[in-house]
């Protein structure tokens, strides 16, 4: 009688345990992270994710990329399938805001730690008028010039604070004969705009104060601000070396990585494979000003952000998940380990990494702005960023000239969009 009593309570234990565990399993949620960041995935699952669930037990994280160029399709194929993940990294602007009209994306305006963003910060997953927020921010990346040190020594050349001491900087390099002055080709026209245009522009269009002057229809493509970077850009072109008509993104970094370029128009985000790379020491410069003493800006552009599933099934914990995404805890773990794409919370990160500081003192050096054609201006036909590669490699190529280029883009910008008329 006692033995077959200890049996059954010793059963009945058994089976409580075993259900205790699968009570325990079953409260665990598991939130999927829709992502286009592929190269991601060893950090997410060695640092980002440990770090999350430690601090939120009951909450497991599975980050889920799709490759880049495959990403927007699939993630509507998932959303309109009622399939997507919890979580879906946002691309700014267009992309993700029509998301967010189509009810797949829901607000964020009351995820703590939202408030605290600016709204340059938010502006890439804000509506129009930006009373709704939909996507947290996450990084950015910045805009300037990479140089080779060692060739700066070599040649006694300091890093350019005006555009009279950067073209003296070039025109030295080029009369020495050692060194390409600077490494960009025109061949795949997006670098043009992007490590040209709109790297050099914002000193002349006054970063903010132009950008919404031209959204709003107080400035034109065609006034001084708009033209005037076009004919700086043009005067490039003696300086990046034979055949850069013919040179691709791929060359232009093989270029400069193997030390055969001194300068290096470029974004923040070649900061983890130059140091790869490169068996130099590099530094970085920011777009010169045309005179000693005026104010200088910076293109700080807002490129990925964490939205919430607005059908998902799990909002509770997507909601604690995108409050610690706003937290100081994961811009640290993300900005040191993703060097070159820099934390958009006002809370400063410690950085790390040498290279990766020297872009992010563009912050406190100059005044921070994106780029002027991916708020609401590339929505029509015309569409004024791809317009704006053309124009770009069109008046380093030397086939159209910067006023005749400004007057096309203009012309295409009024025939849809009414502000600019």
């Not at 997006?190 to 002349?204: C, F, S």
Request: proline share 6%; charged share 20%.
């Amino acid at each position: 009688m006692v033995k077959t009593s200890f049996r059954t309570a010793a059963l009945a234990s058994v089976g409580l345990a075993i259900l205790a565990g699968g009570a325990a399993r079953a409260a665990d949620t598991t939130l999927i992270i829709e992502s286009w960041r592929s190269d991601d995935l060893p950090i997410w699952q060695d640092k980002i994710i440990p770090a999350f669930e430690k601090s939120h037990p009951g909450i497991k994280l599975k980050f889920q990329p799709t490759p880049p160029t495959e990403y927007n399709a699939a993630l509507n194929s998932k959303l309109d399938a009622g399939t997507a993940g919890d979580i879906i990294a946002c691309r700014p602007f267009d992309a993700s805001l029509t998301l967010f009209q189509k009810g797949n994306l829901a607000a964020v305006n009351d995820i703590p730690g939202v408030d605290k963003f600016s709204a340059v910060a938010k502006s890439g997953w804000s509506t129009d008028d930006g009373k709704s927020t939909f996507c947290v921010p996450v990084a950015s990346v910045i805009h300037g010039f990479i140089y080779n040190k060692d060739a700066f020594t070599k040649l006694g050349i300091k890093p350019p604070k005006t555009e009279e001491e950067f073209f003296a900087a070039l025109e030295k390099i080029k009369k020495d004969g050692t060194y390409i002055p600077m490494a960009m080709g025109t061949k795949e026209q997006w670098e043009a705009a992007t490590m040209g245009y709109q790297n050099i522009g914002p000193n002349y269009w006054k970063g903010e104060d132009g950008r919404l002057a031209l959204i709003r229809g107080k400035q034109k493509l065609t006034d001084a601000e708009w033209v005037d970077p076009y004919k700086t850009l043009a005067k490039w072109a003696p300086y990046l070396g034979d055949g850069f008509k013919a040179q691709t993104y791929a060359d232009s970094q093989n270029l400069f990585t193997l030390g055969r370029a001194a300068i290096y128009p470029a974004g923040s985000w070649e900061v983890s494979g130059f140091n790869a790379q490169a068996n130099f020491k590099m530094g970085v410069f920011f777009p010169p000003v045309k005179k000693a003493g005026d104010e200088c800006y910076i293109s700080d552009h807002v490129d990925i952000a964490l939205g919430m599933n607005a059908k998902s099934k799990n909002a509770d914990a997507a909601k604690k998940f995108l409050a610690w995404v706003a937290s100081p805890e994961f811009a640290s773990i993300y900005s040191n380990e993703l060097p070159g794409f820099f934390s958009l919370q006002s809370t400063a990160v410690d950085l790390k990494d040498p290279l990766a500081n020297e872009f992010l003192f563009g912050r406190q050096q100059c005044k921070s702005t994106i780029r002027s054609t991916y708020q609401i201006l590339s929505r029509g036909t015309p569409n004024l960023e791809n317009e704006t590669w053309g124009a770009s490699v069109n008046v380093i190529n030397g086939t159209e000239t910067p006023d005749a280029a400004a007057k096309r883009l203009q012309t295409g910008l009024a025939s849809w969009y009414k502000p600019a008329q």
